[in-house]
């Protein structure tokens, strides 16, 4: 009859067998696909954290580095807003790894509760994260790449790591110095670049992007084991601008 469903065994000691509800087969057959994505390891989430409304400012140049890397993969004029981790979001490609680039539309102490809906929405695990964030503790020009460890003071990435309940993404960090004198932290970082620092950004920038684009590669060509993997990626890679 239309609508049911039968299996030769069925017919043959003539008992119908239940019809699957295709809610549950779609979403099985989903389940599978994100699960071949996931396996193959070829889909990364890169964050760019700051303040959304407060672009242009020293605490938001991991945002920054985002729009330069979008430039740098030809996808610059491809983000959308995705309301399932409340944040502008592009989609690259570099080789034969899916890039998912996403910039928080939340202030900076509350980032990681985009990257953790962009990690769910896009059935991710923490490893697959890049996080790009300011560094007070390096001078501008020097950008370094580490994998895991704790916030170092950073609000951003502290709260990517309780939304996440995981320390393991890797850091990309940008290095704007510390201000001069008595000059308070939260202005210095809440504040523009000055016109000198601004003539010196585009090297920053495609420094950071060099490196980062160099690591996903990297990652991506290591073969073996998944601790062998680690192993290869996990020391700190650092660069200094001229």
């Known amino acids: 009859e239309p609508g049911s469903q039968t299996s030769e065994a069925a017919r043959g000691t003539g008992r119908m067998l239940p019809a699957q509800p295709f809610g549950r087969l779609l979403g099985r057959a989903v389940g ?21 409304g407060l672009r242009g400012t020293r605490h ?20 959308k807003i995705d309301r399932h981790c ?3 979001v592009a989609i690259a490609k570099l080789d034969n790894v899916e890039l998912v680039l996403m910039k928080p539309r939340r202030f900076m102490n ?26 007070l503790d390096k001078p501008l020009g020097k950008v370094a790449l580490k994998l895991g460890g704790s916030a170092r003071g950073h609000n951003g990435v502290r709260s990517c790591i309780s939304s996440l309940s995981s320390d393991r ?15 308070a932290v939260d202005r210095y970082v809440l504040g523009r670049f000055t016109s000198a620092e601004q ?10 992007v060099t490196m980062l684009l160099e690591h996903i590669r990297q990652r991506d ?4 084991s998944p601790a062998a993997c680690e192993e290869q990626i996990r020391a700190p890679l650092e660069t200094e601008g001229a």
């Not at 993404?169 to 000059?183: F, K, S, T």
């Not at 060509?221 to 073996?224: E, I, L, P, R």
């Open 169 to 183: 993404m890797a850091r990309l960090r940008i290095g704007i110095g510390r201000p001069v004198g008595e000059a």
């Open 199 to 208: 003539e010196i950004l585009p090297q920053v920038f495609e420094q950071a």
């Open 60 to 79: 938001s140049v991991g945002m920054a580095v985002l729009n330069h890397l979008a430039h740098n993969l030809s996808v610059a004029d491809q983000w």
């Open 221 to 224: 060509s290591v073969k073996g």
């Open 86 to 88: 409340c944040g502008d």
């Open 32 to 52: 599978r696909s994100k699960e071949e994505v996931r396996a193959a390891g070829k889909r990364v989430l890169v964050a760019g954290l700051g303040n959304y």
């Open 110 to 135: 509350v980032n990681g509760l985009s990257v953790a809906g962009a990690a769910e929405a896009y059935n991710l695990s923490t490893e697959d994260i890049y996080l790009v964030h300011d560094d």
